[in-house]
Nanobody, 113 residues
């Protein structure tokens, strides 16, 4: 199973931007569909964006604001988040699609004035 280490979260004002990174392990990273998920307090974890090659897909709530990308040579997945809203506040995780049972610690994103 792959291991994932997320980073790049933080506190940002509404309308701001953040770029998340996810370092993955595993010898065949490039063959997997990868995704960013998020879990807000009291809510279920949801898939936010997914990337294969070359296609990407987004949840309706983030479409036009978030951009997912990957660097297979670095085994890294990115999530560029623009025009952030308070409802984007959550812990963000990366994993495969479908997800493995091994989740990283995630990275906290808080959007607040």
């Amino acid at each position: 199973q792959g291991q994932f280490v997320e980073s790049g979260g933080g506190l940002v004002q509404p309308g701001g931007s953040l770029r998340l990174s996810c370092a993955a392990s595993g010898s065949i990273f490039s063959t997997y569909v990868m995704a960013w998920y998020r879990q807000a307090p009291g809510k279920q974890r949801e898939l936010v964006a997914r990337v294969s090659f070359p296609s990407t897909n987004y949840a309706d709530s983030v479409k036009g604001r978030f951009t997912i990308s990957r660097d297979n040579a670095k085994k890294t997945v990115y999530l560029q988040m623009n025009s952030l809203k308070p409802e984007d506040t959550a812990v963000y995780y990366c994993n495969r699609v479908p997800p493995t049972g091994s989740w990283g610690q995630g990275t906290q994103v808080t959007v607040s004035s």
